[in-house]
């Protein structure tokens, strides 16, 4: 007997519980997880990025983890095509998909169906768009598609050279993503947390992961061929440990700059949700269970 289509999303800023919550919801209704995380594809960032062990899976099968080399670049695109995949497997078990992460964008790929300009690659112009500081890049999107620098990550390197090369390549501002949304009900539950909780979650973790060893995981991925610069791509931990590694400062030096940084991808993150009236904001566990249970019946 197959189950109706419903898929259920879990997202929320960086340590708000996530991966817990969707493995209790798994666990209670019969679902499978997705990780909706643009660093947990990579193979090797497992402590940096929280990637769940398997300890900590209890058994429920979980998709999108380990699938790329941090060596290369992985695309929305790939990302929309391979969680596709995954939900329909999922389905074919007679299982709830639970999409969990807190990279709005791959979630909006999939659930909305959101259409990525097709301009390919050019190495050259990436160089010479790498150059520039991360400022330098935001500002001249700015100048060259303003609609587009209003909705984008600032901060975000790599999405910003990917938005200058469209828009260089082209010679048109990057174009309004169709949608072609699922073709099933989608349930998005988000987690509330007031920024003080958030904060010492944030410091609990971060302290959590410097002692699991954190600083011995990005000095591994150093020495298999991950250069600091692409290290400083993947941003927030990565990046001030790298540089910490590379100028050998003692890592306590910048504890509370990193503190800092991840508290402000926090807010980042909650800025893009805060534009989707669709989620259930949640603060317990409880919460979340009753609105799946009243959608899954």
């Not at 209670?28 to 929280?50: C, N």
């Not at 999939?110 to 520039?132: A, C, F, M, Q, Y």
């Amino acid at each position: 007997m197959s189950i109706v289509k419903k898929l259920i999303v879990i997202l929320g800023p960086t340590a708000s519980g996530k991966s817990g919550l969707a493995i209790e919801l798994a666990k209670k209704f019969g679902g499978e997880v997705i990780s909706a995380d643009s660093r947990q594809i990579y193979k090797g960032m497992d402590i940096g990025t929280g990637k769940v062990t398997k300890k900590e899976m209890q058994g429920i099968p979980h998709y999108l983890l380990d699938v790329a080399s941090p060596k290369t670049r992985f695309t929305v695109t790939q990302y929309r095509k391979l969680a596709i995949g995954a939900i329909d497997k999922i389905f074919k078990k007679n299982k709830i998909p639970i999409i969990c992460g807190g990279t709005g964008f791959y979630i909006q790929a999939v659930i909305d169906g959101i259409s990525i300009p097709e301009v390919k690659p050019d190495k050259l112009l990436r160089l010479n768009l790498d150059s520039l500081s991360t400022e330098e890049l935001f500002k001249k999107l700015k100048k060259l598609d303003p609609r587009r620098a209003k909705s984008i990550d600032r901060y975000n390197r790599r999405r910003l050279i990917r938005a200058l090369e469209i828009v260089i390549k082209t010679g048109k501002p990057v174009p309004v993503l169709e949608k072609n949304p699922l073709p099933y009900p989608v349930l998005i539950i988000g987690i509330k947390k007031s920024q003080e909780e958030l904060k010492k979650l944030i410091k609990k973790r971060l302290l959590k992961r410097l002692k699991q060893g954190m600083i011995a995981e990005v000095e591994k991925l150093h020495m298999v061929g991950i250069s600091w610069k692409r290290l400083d791509e993947f941003g927030l931990e990565y990046r001030w440990v790298a540089n910490l590694l590379r100028l050998n400062l003692p890592w306590r030096f910048s504890l509370q700059k990193i503190q800092k940084d991840i508290e402000h991808y926090a807010k980042r993150q909650m800025t893009w949700f805060k534009r989707d009236n669709r989620i259930r904001w949640v603060k317990a566990y409880k919460e979340a269970e009753m609105l799946a249970k009243h959608f899954l019946r």
